[in-house]
């Protein structure tokens, strides 16, 4: 009989310290279908702890010079790097996304969330005015808000945690962050560097749970002002209800239904290598990513071929396999759910050119119960179906087809997200004009993921509240203060 397998249990960490919960709950390896790891089950008990040290540690954190802080994220950020490839191992299995993704990107960005802002803290000016006739100086200053609750998804582990706790503690904040149940190993490991990096006891408090618990007693709490949220759209209104008799600041990112738009004059060799990638990177995993294509007429046919011929290139399998370009998605539910967009699909009439139920998914033994999907290429579909209005978050897309520049913007913006959109096109002035008119908080034209850590990042209408980015977050992580002088 095979010895039982052990397996990885995880602690919350609360004012420096690793500290072991009443109750747990299974985390799943996406791969493979089996429970590897143990995540603490957190509630309003362990969340008070946390707000106790946050607040203890705030006077003293808040204190400390900018530079101070600076160089403690920087040596966060070699810490990271150095031990790059066990998170990306560890990111890779918790998450099902391919090891290839984990150490090109997921890894690298969150060292290089520390660094940007241990950078940009050092570098951002306050505001002076004069009135001579009143013989005042009127002036600015910014201090941090508290203690900011943070909650983070599935898909980008310690990618967008640490895009929230770097901005945070950089101003002057403790945090308390609840990183997504079901992806939580990362988080714990950067744990244990964080008193290495010189980051003193309740600055970086990390409780692990669901979001109806753990989550809820974060927001709730009326001892922290600020909640961060990276999630969906109806967990984001819950947080509004919860958080409003608080009078708290609000940072919503939440999902998107993004629209490429291809014009008769796009560069094809670039765009549909491109826009493959646009639609399946991550699985399809990624707020960002692509999933309603419109393709000028004169062209359609074309690119629907070579769209199709590429897309059947990618391949799927162990996470493990540096070859392979998709691993598993998150959960059997989730891919349950992806699945069942194709079968609406059908069922309306439209046609399934690759991927799900047209072509065959070879998996190694080891795989055989993971959680993996063939990416999906959809036509002929309604522009009211709902694979064309609801946010489905995996390896499927829908190619359309559109006639004039009028029409296209019209319908690219007819659905209650705007968080991102690709335009492709040689006429410059074109890609001016309907850059302009779609309704997204991010118009990349002739690429995909250019991303500015500088410049604004969010979505408008349902795809969230506010922005995240160097000058952004430093405002939202901090109060503005108005101070005059008479003399």
């Known amino acids: 009989m095979a010895a039982p397998k052990t397996l990885l249990v995880l ?20 791969s493979t279908g089996d429970v590897y790891c143990r995540v603490p089950d ?75 802002f241990a950078s940009s803290i050092l570098h951002h000016t306050t505001e002076c005015t004069q009135m001579d006739y009143m013989d005042c100086m009127h002036y600015t200053v910014r201090t941090p808000v508290g203690i900011a609750g943070l909650i983070s998804p599935w898909n980008l582990p310690l990618h967008l945690l640490t895009w929230k706790i770097a901005p945070a503690i950089a101003s002057g904040n ?58 969906s759209t109806l967990t984001a209104q819950h947080i509004k209800e919860k958080s409003a008799p608080h009078w708290k600041k609000l940072s919503l990112e939440l999902g998107g239904k993004n629209p490429a738009i291809i014009f008769e004059d796009a560069n094809l060799d670039q765009c549909i290598p491109t826009t493959v990638r646009s639609s399946f990177a991550n699985q399809g995993e990624i707020c960002l990513c692509t999933s309603r294509i419109f393709v000028q007429r004169s062209i359609y046919n074309e690119f629907l071929k070579r769209f199709v011929e590429e897309t059947r290139k990618w391949k799927v399998g162990s996470p493990s396999d540096p070859t392979v370009s998709m691993g ?28 799900e139920g047209v072509d065959s998914l070879a998996l190694p033994t080891g795989n055989q119960n993971g959680y993996f999907m063939l990416p999906t290429v959809i036509a002929e579909v309604k522009d009211e179906s709902c694979c064309m209005q609801e946010e489905i978050f995996g390896p499927l897309t829908c190619v359309v087809l559109f006639d004039t520049e009028e029409e296209v913007i019209k319908r690219a913006n007819g659905v209650k997200y705007g968080l991102a959109a690709t335009i492709w096109s040689s006429n410059v002035g074109r890609v001016h004009r309907v850059a302009k008119r779609l309704q997204a908080g991010l118009v990349w034209t002739n690429c995909w993921l250019v991303r ?21 977050s430093y405002e939202f992580f901090t109060e503005v203060k108005t101070i005059t002088i008479k003399h």
């Open 328 to 355: 598993a998605l998150i959960s059997k539910e989730h891919l349950e759910k992806v699945k069942n967009y194709v079968k609406k699909a059908r069922a309306e009439g439209a046609r399934i050119l690759c991927g």
């Open 42 to 116: 957190s509630g309003k008990e362990e969340v008070e702890i946390a707000v106790t040290a946050a607040r203890d540690a705030f006077l003293s954190w808040s204190s400390k010079s900018l530079q101070e802080r600076s160089q403690i994220m920087n040596k966060l950020a070699d810490l990271i790097e150095h031990d790059l490839e066990a998170f990306a191992q560890a990111e890779s299995k918790d998450q099902g996304k391919t090891i290839t993704f984990a150490r090109t990107v997921d890894i690298p960005r969150a060292a290089y969330n520390f660094r940007f």
């Open 174 to 231: 403790t945090v308390i962050a609840k990183p997504s149940e079901m992806t939580s190993v990362t988080a714990w490991m950067m744990c244990k560097l964080l008193g290495r990096a010189g980051i003193p006891p309740g600055v970086v408090n990390i409780v692990f749970g669901t979001g109806p618990k753990a989550g809820e007693a974060i927001v709730s709490h009326p001892e922290v002002p600020l909640i961060s949220f990276t999630g």
């Open 11 to 30: 602690e919350n960490f609360i004012n420096g310290k690793f500290v072991p919960c009443s109750s747990y709950i299974d985390s799943y390896d996406p």
């Open 452 to 472: 500015e850590l500088n410049l604004p990042f969010g979505g408008m209408k349902a795809s969230g509240i506010g922005r995240e980015g160097a000058k952004a």
